[in-house]
């Protein structure tokens, strides 16, 4: 796992499978999604990189409740005390009182989305949610962040906007084609839904996008995203 800084305080955690980004603010740190189980020591790992002490981890924020982004919220929580934030719709899946609806999967995506459950386990581990996310909530970290909700990817996806550092961090509402190019994510529960909140989140002034299966966009996020959004219709 690389540790990149992407601007002031707030940093890129890149995994093999499901990334993470960690915001370092003077009270706390927030860490935003876990990638797959067993990714705990790495996260703690990544924290001290930064020269800080997982005990100074507040709060994990879950973008949704699929596996490789909050495999190990449980354990990273339970080792820091650190609460755990997640969309109102996703909250059951990630208690885990509920099954996580099944992607709609176009005929492309069959394969791939094949070969990727098979080397990830059926399920997310149980994780008490202590706040459930609602669109429009604000939070304090990195200057003043929105919650977004997102809806599509799954029915509880939120996105984490910093006004201040005009900064998106979509979950995987968004990803990245092989030439960089943005392109709406895969594998989603609605793809109509998911499409609409993408256009939703191209519309926000931004310069840094941070998704959940690709490098973060750091340069002209906005522009980038408006000229995907042609591209879905």
């Not at 940093?11 to 797959?36: K, M, Q, W």
């Not at 490789?68 to 909250?91: F, K, N, P, W, Y």
């Not at 092989?178 to 392109?183: F, T």
């Not at 839904?193 to 310069?207: H, K, P």
Request: glycine residues 10%.
């Amino acid at each position: 796992m690389d540790v990149a800084e992407l601007t002031s305080g707030l940093y890129f955690l890149r995994f093999p499978v499901g990334h993470a980004y960690l915001c370092a603010d003077p009270d706390g740190l927030t860490l935003i999604d876990t990638s797959v189980p067993g990714s705990a020591p790495q996260l703690a790992d990544a924290i001290r990189q930064i020269g800080r002490d997982p005990s100074d981890l507040r709060q994990v924020v879950l973008t949704h409740g699929h596996i490789d982004h909050a495999g190990s919220a449980a354990e990273i929580s339970r080792q820091t005390g650190a609460e755990v934030l997640a969309g109102q719709a996703d909250a059951a899946f990630l208690r885990g009182t509920a099954p996580v609806p099944g992607p709609d999967l176009a005929d492309w995506e069959r394969p791939i989305y094949d070969q990727v459950t098979r080397q990830l386990p059926a399920s997310v581990p149980p994780v008490r949610v202590d706040r459930e996310l609602r669109d429009g909530d604000e939070l304090t970290f990195g200057g003043g962040a929105v919650i977004l909700a997102a809806p599509g990817h799954t029915p509880g996806s939120i996105a984490c906007y910093l006004p201040q550092s005009r900064v998106l961090i979509a979950g995987d509402t968004i990803a990245r084609r092989p030439d960089g190019q943005a392109m709406l994510g895969v594998f989603n529960t609605d793809p109509a839904q998911a499409a609409s909140s993408f256009g939703r989140l191209a519309a926000l002034d931004t310069e840094i996008v941070c998704s959940g299966h690709a490098d973060p966009i750091t340069e002209n996020a906005a522009s980038v995203l408006r000229a995907a959004t042609g591209r879905l219709r």
